[in-house]
């Protein structure tokens, strides 16, 4: 090989590779977007990312960042419908390359599974989150509190399809995992003493429920600001209402369900659907004590959430309009109660 031959594949070698280059500012960009919250600009900037490399396989290092980041910002806005076939992807580059036993695929089925989970998918989200599960079974012999996350997540579904015997052995289980990796305190175990809470509540074992979510509400007040403590402090404030309603203290109910609104608000902003979720009990409580406009007010505020969240075909719409319709007959309120109807009629899928 001459000197010049060797000199022009050095400078090949050299040459800036401009498609590359062009993926590296975009989704470097992304990922700055994201991570400020600026959900909009990192859709874009990924997307661009994407089409600067669109020749490649999925396989690509490249290709599989980003289309894990553009699922993140479509999970983050709750566009479940919109990240669940990125993951799919995903999924079948690891399959394809031979690493879908590895722990960044057990990570991609358990984000799968949540997505599903959300979209009621439960069938899907079930075959994930157990998927999930194998795979760190053996590979996190000695990490408990990855596993137990999964576990929790599973025993969330396996309570909303009803399985609830099934549900508080898998949240004993993690409960117990977390104690034992972190102790007795750690913030972590949140989750899993609110579900586990839950579960006994729905039995109609308020007095077992009680001290279990208590205790989470504890733990949670004791972290530090942010958005994982918002979200941990509102549940633990929201759950420990469903209990206390159940129970039949009312007032301690609606004390439970404001702090929880305020916080809810605070964190995770004023239109997320989990502030509708406690706007949705705090007005059952108004209306079962006389307090008949402010429960509607409230039912209007959630109404409105849900239906912007959701549109307006969807079982939690067509259960706050459930909840507000005796309510607007009692109160003679009939040009509301003729639109609520329309609107409930629609919510169940007509027309």
């Known amino acids: 090989m001459t000197k010049t031959s060797i000199a022009f594949i050095a400078l090949l070698l050299a040459w800036p590779a401009p498609v590359f280059a062009g993926w590296d500012d975009q989704f470097e ?8 919250k600026d959900y909009t600009t990192a859709e874009d900037k990924f997307i661009g990312a994407l089409n600067t490399i669109d020749d490649l396989a999925d396989t690509d290092n490249r290709k599989l960042r980003t289309l894990i980041s ?5 999970r983050r806005t709750r566009q479940w419908a919109a990240a669940a076939p990125l993951i799919e992807r995903v999924l079948s580059a690891y399959r394809k390359e031979g690493t879908d036993k590895s722990t960044d695929a057990a990570s991609s089925m358990s984000r799968l599974a949540i997505i599903y989970h959300r979209m009621k998918k439960f069938e899907d989200a079930e075959k994930n989150y157990l998927g999930s599960l194998e795979i760190m079974r053996k590979r996190y012999r000695q990490n408990r509190v990855n596993i137990a996350r999964v576990v929790t997540n599973l025993a969330e579904l396996y309570r ?4 609830t015997d099934d549900s508080i052995k898998l949240l004993k289980r993690a409960l117990k995992d977390k104690e034992r990796e972190l102790g007795p305190e750690h913030p972590a175990l949140v989750p899993s003493l609110v579900d586990l809470g839950l579960v006994h509540a729905n039995k109609g074992a308020y007095a ?27 549940s633990a404030l929201h759950n420990l209402g469903i209990v206390q309603a159940g129970a039949g203290d ?17 964190e995770l902003g004023k239109a997320h659907p989990d502030v509708a979720n406690s706007l949705n009990n705090l007005a059952n ?5 006389q307090r008949e406009e402010l429960a509607i007010s409230h039912f209007e505020e959630a109404l409105k959430i849900r239906v912007e969240e959701y ?3 969807n079982s939690r719409v067509a259960r ?13 309120k009939d040009a509301k109660l003729k639109e609520a109807e329309a609107k409930l009629k629609k919510a169940q899928g007509g027309k």
């Open 250 to 266: 009312a007032a301690a109910a609606e004390k439970s369900y404001l702090e929880a609104i305020k916080v809810r608000r605070a």
């Open 208 to 234: 077992v429920a009680k001290p279990l979510i208590e205790r989470g509400l504890k733990l949670a007040r004791s972290m530090k600001p942010g958005e994982q403590r918002g979200k941990y402090l509102g």
């Open 29 to 36: 960009q992304g990922k700055s977007a994201l991570k400020a």
């Open 320 to 332: 706050t309009l459930t909840n507000m319709i005796p309510l607007l007959k009692r109160m003679g």
């Open 285 to 289: 409580i108004y209306a079962g004590s």
């Open 311 to 313: 549109g307006p075909r």
């Open 70 to 74: 553009l699922a993140e910002t479509y």
């Open 160 to 163: 909303q399809q009803g399985k």
